[in-house]
């Protein structure tokens, strides 16, 4: 009994002192701040006095910062109003330089450094009278290949009042990752001035560490390291009994950690072991830090998970296990964990969510579980942790059955964020955020980028009215804009605040414009009643009767008349044909020409058209006028009485008057008529365009023509004819068999 009463004893001795050396830190830490706040800051005066000396050019910048700039020993200083000292220098320093730099005594001693490619920077700070009481910051030590006491400089007792320090391999990583990887040593002894650091930051190319490397300082509380350490130090954390926080960083620890290996770090409240390409975790590995309370593995290549590996870790409070490769999480994971409030499962390879996983996690306030591949959630997942306030599931393959989820998110009785977005949804709990569901306490909904087409008029009428529901997301889902769309519709319109993406909203129809831009006439139109639709047949039937009869009496005494009438208008053309309008015309074709162009017409195209075959009864003016007529006249007659018009188009046609009368003539006749009558036929080169007639010129732009000297020349002439209406021509060439329709050529050259 009393061997068990002793270790009791002491273990209460070391944790009254834990307690009272923290409180002892933070303490000064306080007072370290409330003296600086009383410091006098860098005047324009002793800014002046440095100016004067010679040495140095000391200005004031436009954000009040006082700025120090020495040629001679190549170095930049600034000083913020708030004290904040930066020292960057060109190159290495020089001892026989430092003399020519000014003391900045009325800083006395200020709560921030940060040095920047200054070695050694301890007599640079000695040389400026500078004394950091709280962090000090040295950047630029990547071309050091050996980092030892003498790296920092002999004047090293400006560094005994420092509680944080930061070493840098270079001011910027991306600086660093252009750099060749030379691997770093630290010596054992270069944290031996700073007895009273409490936190330590390396971000440095080290592969490992010296044993005793943090034996002069046994008060630290918190270390950040990142390098490329292929084993965890074990040994440098030996002597540590009072360390906080770990974070280990970019090291590539891979399957190299042992079951032991943090056996020693009994007091560590929180562990950060991220990015360092962990493969696997040893079952017992954290057994011995039973006051973890925050544990972060992100970013590293974990494919499972022993089932004990938390069993010891009662008061666990955030677990990240976010990017992983972790396909599912063993039962039992979380049994002893009944105080995590936080777990981040995030990009992953989750595909199922058991039942029987998160029942043990009471206190859970917080899940991510998005950005993995989840397709199914088991019903009662979360019955068990009903103190869940935000559910993250966004980016996964979630697709339920109707009412499915109600039981999914069944229990959850503070939920107040669901983040559903880009899933496969396609129907969303009706009861959902509702009074009488478990989640009347939801405040944010998160719906986008799914497949749902209708929402519930119920949950519709939930978001209208809850008092708790502020925010909605619902854009990117292909609506169906129907008629029973109604209710999202009026939801849209009237909640934009509530509705976050109502703008962006939009149907399954692209076509149409977004939602609430719509109306509901613009995509379903009024129900018209059975009464209604039988008077509606009853008067279209009894107006088409007397159309009809109408029809049938004014077709039997004016059927001609209407034939004309229809055929003008290119209407029912299979019941009249143009041989019953032209049945009166006198000729088949009046040829219009220029009499420089008779020797054309009355050697070839009238000898072709009348000898056949088939032959057509052709108009020229030199043989079928009549002497003395007046001439107008006589183009217009011509033109009425002819079936087709042929223009004989040459620069002589362009250049004469009549010729073009003629044509302006027959083209008012089709016109009016509503039918092509034109022929037009190239003959020769036409050189001068800019004579045409505006109205023949528009006429070419809209027509096809015939050209002199195309082989197919007569065929298409006879074609474009009028002909009997059983005729059918045969095209051979590209063209095979042709049937007559009595209407234009369609094969010819575009104008």
């Not at 006098?40 to 700039?69: M, V």
């Not at 069944?410 to 009074?435: A, I, K, T, V, W």
Request: aromatic share 8%; hydrophobic share 40%; glycine share 4%.
């Amino acid at each position: 009994m009393v061997r068990p009463m002793f270790n009791i004893e002491r273990q209460l001795v070391n944790y009254i002192f834990t307690v009272l050396t923290i409180s002892y830190q933070f303490l000064r830490i306080i007072a370290n701040e409330a003296d600086l706040a009383n410091v006098e800051l860098f005047t324009n005066e002793d800014c002046a006095q440095i100016t004067a000396n010679g040495t140095c050019n000391c200005y004031r910048d436009k954000h009040n910062s006082t700025i120090i700039d020495c040629a001679t020993a190549q170095v930049h200083i600034s000083i913020s109003a708030e004290n904040v000292v930066e020292l960057t220098c060109a190159g290495e320093l020089k001892p026989e330089l430092l003399s020519s730099l000014p003391r900045l005594d009325p800083l006395r001693e200020t709560k921030y450094i940060a040095v920047y490619n200054c070695l050694p920077f301890a007599d640079l700070l000695d040389q400026l009278a500078l004394m950091s009481r709280q962090t000090l910051q040295v950047n630029g030590l990547a071309g050091r290949a050996q980092i030892t006491l003498d790296t920092f400089g002999r004047a090293n007792q400006c560094l005994r009042k420092i509680t944080m320090l930061e070493l840098r391999a270079d001011s910027q990583r991306s600086a660093r990752r252009d750099m060749p990887h030379v691997a770093q040593e630290l010596s054992s002894d270069i944290l031996s001035p700073m007895p009273a650091l409490f936190r330590l930051f390396m971000d440095l190319n080290f592969t490992r560490l010296p044993a005793d490397l943090l034996k002069p300082v046994p008060y630290i509380n918190d270390i950040t390291l990142q390098g490329r350490l292929e084993e965890f130090p074990r040994a440098t954390f030996g002597p540590l009994r009072r360390l906080r926080e770990l974070s280990m960083r970019q090291h590539r620890l891979r399957n190299r950690l042992r079951e032991d290996d943090f056996n020693g770090l009994t007091t560590v409240r929180g562990l950060y072991l991220t990015n360092c390409s962990i493969q696997e975790l040893p079952a017992r590995i954290f057994t011995h830090l039973k006051l973890l309370q925050r544990l972060n593995l992100m970013n590293n290549q974990l494919y499972e998970l022993p089932a004990t590996l938390l069993a010891q870790q009662q008061r666990l409070q955030v677990l990240n296990l976010s990017g992983n490769l972790l396909e599912a999480l063993p039962l039992g994971l979380f049994a002893a964990t009944t105080k995590l409030f936080k777990l981040i499962l995030s990009r992953n390879r989750l595909q199922h969510l058991d039942a029987k996983i998160l029942p043990p996690l009471t206190a859970i306030i917080d899940l991510s579980v998005d950005n993995n591949q989840l397709r199914t959630i088991e019903a009662g997942t979360f019955a068990q942790p009903n103190r869940l306030q935000g559910l993250d599931l966004r980016n996964n393959q979630l697709d339920w059955m109707a009412g499915e989820d109600c039981a999914i998110f069944d229990g959850l009785h503070r939920l107040e964020r669901l983040l559903l977005s880009n899933n496969s949804l396609r129907y969303l709990c009706d009861q959902l955020g509702s009074s009488n569901h478990s989640t009347s306490a939801l405040s944010v909904l998160d719906v986008r980028q799914n497949k749902l087409k209708l929402i519930s008029p119920q949950l519709i009428s939930t978001l209208n009215t809850s008092a708790t529901i502020t925010t909605a997301y619902l854009s990117e889902n292909p609506w169906a804009c129907n008629c029973s769309a109604q209710p999202l519709l009026n939801f849209v319109k009237n909640n934009r605040k509530r509705l976050s993406d109502a703008r962006v909203m939009r149907c399954e129809n692209s076509q149409l414009a977004r939602l609430i831009e719509l109306s509901f006439r613009d995509f379903c139109l009024p129900e018209i009643g059975v009464r209604t639709v039988l008077v509606v047949i009853i008067v279209c039937m009894t107006a088409l009767g007397l159309v009809l009869t109408t029809t049938a009496l004014c077709y039997y005494k004016y059927h001609m008349e209407l034939k004309i009438w229809l055929y003008a208008h290119r209407l029912c053309l299979c019941c009249v044909s143009e041989k019953d309008v032209d049945r009166n015309r006198k000729w088949d074709a009046f040829i219009s020409y220029s009499h420089h162009d008779e020797q054309f017409v009355e050697k070839e195209l009238v000898p072709g058209l009348e000898q056949g075959p088939p032959t057509f009864k052709i108009c020229i003016h030199v043989r079928d006028w009549l002497a003395g007529a007046y001439i107008p006249e006589q183009i217009i007659d011509s033109v009425e009485q002819s079936r087709r018009t042929i223009i004989v188009l040459s620069q002589h046609f362009i250049e004469s008057d009549w010729a073009q009368m003629e044509f302006r003539t027959a083209h008012q006749c089709a016109v009016n008529e509503g039918r092509s009558r034109i022929i037009l036929v190239v003959y020769g080169e036409i050189k001068d365009t800019e004579l045409l007639d505006q109205e023949l010129r528009a006429y070419l732009k809209m027509n096809t023509y015939l050209k002199w000297g195309d082989p197919w020349f007569w065929r298409k002439l006879r074609y474009a004819m009028p002909h009997a209406r059983s005729g059918r021509w045969k095209l051979k060439g590209d063209a095979s068999e042709v049937e007559n329709n009595e209407g234009p050529l369609e094969f010819m050259e575009s104008a």
